[in-house]
């Protein structure tokens, strides 16, 4: 395992490997006949990988801001 990578990383490569496997993948050959990738497939990655995006926030960001969040709300008390 890489060391440069953060766990937001981690969480994306997650994501986006499975949309693969499970999006791209079955219907490959289809779209290489066609010479075309349907566009419900493009509309499956962004709901797909949004998802994975507000993953990560809930998981890394949201706990953040609330730690930062309560060290104000303590800094304000004890200055109040």
């Known amino acids: ?4 990578f953060t766990e937001e990383h981690e969480i994306f ?3 986006f490997k499975k949309f693969l496997e499970q999006e791209v993948v079955p ?3 289809e ?3 066609a010479g075309i990738v349907t566009r419900d497939v493009w509309k499956k990655a962004g709901e797909d990988l949004l ?3 507000m993953e ?3 998981k890394t960001i949201a ?5 930062a969040q ?3 709300d303590s800094a304000e008390i004890n200055n109040g």
């Open 1 to 4: 395992k890489r060391e440069i």
């Open 13 to 15: 490569r997650d994501a």
């Open 27 to 29: 219907h490959q050959e």
């Open 31 to 33: 779209w290489i006949e």
């Open 51 to 53: 998802a994975a995006s």
């Open 56 to 58: 990560i926030e809930e």
């Open 63 to 67: 706990p953040a801001l609330k730690q």
């Open 70 to 72: 309560r060290k104000n």
